[in-house]
């Protein structure tokens, strides 16, 4: 027992800190700037890590990478949003019989992506105009897609190459 609590412990550390390298790190070049893939691991900790540690991984290392990077005052809210993207991907995930199928999974992403352009939205409302929020939604919206498209095609295939269990 001990063992698989210290296992869960390790591998939620390791899901934050792949979090925290993959935002700041990763980054996608788009047309106008780039998008960060910190919400792959996001996706990736919900599926593979129980409720509580998936919450954790994915709050503490994106907000870490907004403390590292300069936007502390993101931190807050980071925290907020990214914990709730976990829980929403396995509500919705817990809905279907199948879980490692390409729909379910599809849909857990995108629906556990919607949190964070609508989170971050409601944050900026204290900071910024309805113009610069507009754009950032626009902006954090593609970025979810990324990440949704690119998490969903990497569960697929470690769950067909049994990589991860």
Known sequence: MKQNKTMQIVTTAL??????????????????????????????????????????????????????????????????????????????????KNKTSIAPLSLSAFCCEIIMPVGYFLYESILYSLEVRIAALAFNAVQGAVSAVIAVLLILILNKTKLIK
Do not use: E, H
């Not at 980054?27 to 691991?41: M, T």
């Open 15 to 96: 899901f934050a800190a792949l979090t925290l390298v993959a935002t700041l790190f990763i980054r996608v070049p788009l047309v106008i700037g780039y998008v960060n893939l910190g919400d792959v691991f996001v996706i990736l900790s919900a599926f593979y890590l129980k409720k509580p540690y998936c919450i954790m991984s994915a709050a503490v290392g994106s907000a870490l990478a907004d403390v590292l990077s300069g936007y502390v005052f993101y931190a807050p809210a980071t925290l907020v949003i990214k914990g709730l993207m976990p829980i929403i991907f396995i509500m919705v995930l817990n809905r279907f």
